[in-house]
């Protein structure tokens, strides 16, 4: 009696010790699995092995978004688009030059709205280097189409166009790009859709059941315009890094423009 006693309890402790086990599998593999969970209707940010947060000042990030560098494609993009704005490709100090006058203006009406600082750079993107009106109708710093222009209150028409007033069109990028994080939430994704439009960009993520900008396929433009910010960003902030080094020095006067 005894003995069939303690086999019973050998037996109870036995699947108590295999029922923990398999729990503890079962949480490390939840830990693992990667999902996409809606939260009010939004939808929160894929996770990835690759994806990691900023862990210093000189890390490659836009907006405290960090590049996941340590991703071959994402690393390959991100040195080809060093390669073509750095001095020895560009060989234009311009760009220096128009960071020093346009960041006083850009940077308190960025911090005025809550934009991330790094939003400062999508001016020397768009139209730093070729200043004027695109082939699509885009004009002025934000490159904005006279149609999203008076949407976000600039005036354009009758021998007036706002978008070449460096402030008024500053604050409605503002509106815009705000606008557009509160859809996406996510600052890299609000640049993207700020180049490509919220609704062909909504169209991508919903087809592709990815909203990880790093790990979609996108257009030409669009899929490098991230990389490009994140370039210029490092090019202003380390000049001599670039081969910049006298990046003070022009040869050619900045175009006036309206800052009023």
């Known amino acids: 009696m005894i003995k069939k006693e303690m086999i019973k309890k050998h037996l109870l402790t036995c699947s108590v010790m295999l029922v923990l086990v398999l729990i503890s599998k079962l949480n490390i593999f939840s830990t693992t699995i990667t999902e996409k969970v809606v939260n009010n209707g939004n939808i929160s940010h894929w996770t990835s092995k690759f994806i990691f947060i900023k862990s210093n000042a000189n890390a490659y990030s836009f907006a405290n978004e960090a590049l996941p560098v340590n991703d071959a494609r994402v690393t390959r993009k991100l040195k080809r688009s060093l390669y073509k704005h750095n001095f020895k490709t560009v060989q234009s100090n311009v760009l220096h030059r128009k960071a020093e006058k346009w960041f006083p203006i850009i940077e308190p009406i960025l911090r005025l709205y809550g934009i991330p600082d790094d939003f ?116 202003i902030q380390q000049p001599k890094k670039y081969g910049y080094n006298n990046y003070f020095a022009m040869t050619q006067p900045t175009p006036l423009l309206n800052f009023n």
């Open 120 to 235: 400062k750079y999508v001016p020397l993107v768009e139209s730093g280097l070729c200043e004027g009106t695109s082939p699509k109708g885009a004009r002025g710093l934000w490159q904005f189409m006279p149609g999203t222009a008076r949407t976000y209150g600039l005036k354009v028409g009758h021998g007036v166009d706002e978008r070449n007033n460096l402030r008024k069109s500053t604050i409605a990028a503002c509106k815009y790009i705000k606008e557009l994080y509160g859809e996406f939430n996510s600052w890299t994704l609000a640049a993207a859709a700020y180049n490509n439009g919220s609704i062909k960009l909504e169209r991508a993520i919903n087809k592709q059941n990815e909203d990880n900008y790093f790990r979609m396929s996108l257009n030409r433009e669009t899929g490098s315009y991230i990389y490009k910010l994140v370039a210029m960003k490092a090019i």
